[in-house]
C-alpha cells in the first residue's frame, strides 16, 4: 500500500500545498499575527520537511518537536480556535490543489492529532 505522501503526490505536491497554504495563513485574520516575525522561507522549508515525514515520505525534519516548537505561541494565546482555522486552511488548500476528501480526511486526522502536544496539554 502506498503512503499518504505517495497518494498526494509526492515532493512537488507537498510543496504546492505548504505554498497555498501559507498564503491563506498570512491573509487569515485569525492566525496571521502569529507568523508576524516570522522567516517565512525557513517556516515554510520546515514546514515541507515536517509533512513530507509525517506523511511517510523522506525523513529530513530536524525541527523542534510539537511542544516546544509552538510554547512561544501559547504566551501569545495560540488555543484551540487557531488549530482549528490551521486545520481548515490546510483542507482548502489541498481541496484547491485537487486532492479528494477522503485524503484530505487522513490529512486533518494527523493534523488533529497533534493538537496536545501542540497546545501542551
Avoid at 57 to 76: F, I, Q, T, V, W
Amino acid at each position: 500500500m502506498s503512503t499518504l505522501y505517495e497518494q498526494l503526490g509526492g515532493q512537488a505536491a507537498v510543496e504546492a500545498a505548504v505554498e497555498v497554504f501559507y498564503r491563506k495563513v498570512l491573509s487569515d485574520d485569525r492566525i496571521s499575527h502569529f507568523f508576524d516575525d516570522v522567516d517565512m522561507d525557513r517556516q515554510m522549508a520546515k514546514q515541507k520537511a515536517f509533512l513530507t515525514m509525517v506523511f511517510g515520505g523522506p525523513n529530513n525534519y530536524s525541527g523542534l518537536d510539537m511542544r516546544k516548537g509552538h510554547a512561544h505561541l501559547l504566551e501569545k494565546g495560540l488555543n484551540d480556535s487557531h488549530v482549528d482555522a490551521v486545520i481548515e486552511l490546510l483542507g482548502q488548500s489541498l481541496k484547491e490543489l485537487g486532492v479528494s476528501d477522503d485524503l484530505i480526511a487522513q490529512v486533518a486526522a494527523l493534523a488533529n492529532s497533534t493538537r496536545n502536544d501542540v497546545l501542551s496539554r
